[in-house]
């Protein structure tokens, strides 16, 4: 039989990935993590590829057993992680012994955590991507006593010296809290508010319980258009910022339906698009401008960060006679 990580306590918890870029010319929202840089982390630190299935906890208290030795990262939010009770640390390497406890608890000033695994696990796929999709009812939820299949088997780890892992990795940490500033290039109908527009920037937002994965709804002064006239139902992308009828900004997300009617005032970047994901209701947003420019090149340096946690990682995995598995 497979080896496998059996939950405990479920909480909010799915399996994902980065879901499904470019499946959107079919009427398919992307979907996927949606606090992407953590969840990259989170698997380059376990020597596994970006695109590997790992498990999102949203929120809500979660604990699982291994049947055997696995190797796992916990990164995202903030939270009290725990292995039989004793404190472990977050954005790093760790090591679980098969039938030990792993608890994440406590999530605070973010709302999301990533837990990788040596390996990954088996989960379905739909076009390419096991990221759960509400519309079309595809997806795993987890529930207590899931078992969760591992693809690899992790080797024992042990320092030749001291006889226990030893990792300092230290990969950069996101900054989490109550406040979030949000990095926006222009929308397509940013003239269409004129110098309403700069409240935008100007102002700060509010986070409302009724945001989801599909987006947020915010509170706060709403640009308001100076023309008058309908807009024609188009494609939208994730981060668009709409201005609805109403007293509500709404900032589409990963689980975006791919057309909409409302003016697109802003976009927000791809590297901001993780730390929106990290937002909690009630949480304070502010805007900031930046050019395309300064966008691609903040993108281009994010993927470079990564990138040089995953040679870190891999170097201190083949250190310890861990095979890294990434395929690319």
Not at 203 to 218: E, F, K
Not at 295 to 321: F, G, K, T
Request: aromatic share 4%; glycine share 10%; hydrophobic share 40%.
């Amino acid at each position: 039989m497979a080896d496998t990580l059996t939950v405990r306590q479920s909480g909010h918890a799915t399996v994902q990935d980065l879901g499904r870029p470019g499946r959107s010319r079919y009427g398919l929202p992307v979907n996927g993590a949606l606090d992407q840089y953590s969840a990259r982390v989170a698997n380059a630190l376990c020597g596994n590829d970006d695109t590997d299935p790992l498990i999102e906890i949203t929120a809500l208290d979660f604990s699982c057993t291994p049947s055997t030795d696995v190797l796992v990262a916990v990164t995202g939010a903030p939270a009290d992680v725990t292995v039989d009770g004793i404190p472990q640390p977050q954005w790093e390497p760790l090591a679980v012994r098969g039938g030990q406890t792993l608890a994440v608890t406590g999530i605070r000033l973010g709302l999301r955590v990533y837990l990788a695994v040596y390996g990954s696990i088996h989960a379905e796929s739909l076009l390419g991507s096991c990221a759960p999709d509400t519309i079309l009812g595809f997806g795993r939820f987890l529930r207590p006593g899931d078992d969760l299949a591992l693809r690899a088997q992790c080797p024992p780890i042990g320092h030749p010296q001291f006889r226990h892992p030893l990792f300092r990795i230290r990969p950069p940490r996101p900054r989490f809290g109550e406040s979030w500033t949000i990095d926006v290039t222009d929308g397509p109908d940013v003239a269409e508010f004129g110098d309403s527009a700069g409240r935008l920037l100007s102002a700060a937002y509010v986070v409302t319980p009724s945001s989801n994965h599909i987006g947020l709804r915010m509170s706060g002064p709403v640009p308001q258009r100076a023309v008058s006239g309908e807009v024609l139902s188009r494609g939208v992308p994730v981060g668009a910022v709409e201005v609805p009828a109403g007293d509500q900004l709404l900032v589409l997300h990963r689980g975006r339906g791919v057309t909409a009617g409302y003016p697109v005032l802003a976009v927000v970047t791809s590297t901001s698009l993780s730390p929106l994901g990290q937002a909690r209701p009630g949480h304070t947003i502010r805007f900031r401008r930046r050019s395309v420019a300064e966008a691609v090149a903040a993108h281009r340096a994010e993927r470079a960060v990564i990138r040089a946690v995953r040679h870190r990682a891999a170097a201190v995995l083949q250190s310890l006679d861990i095979p890294v598995l990434t395929r690319r």
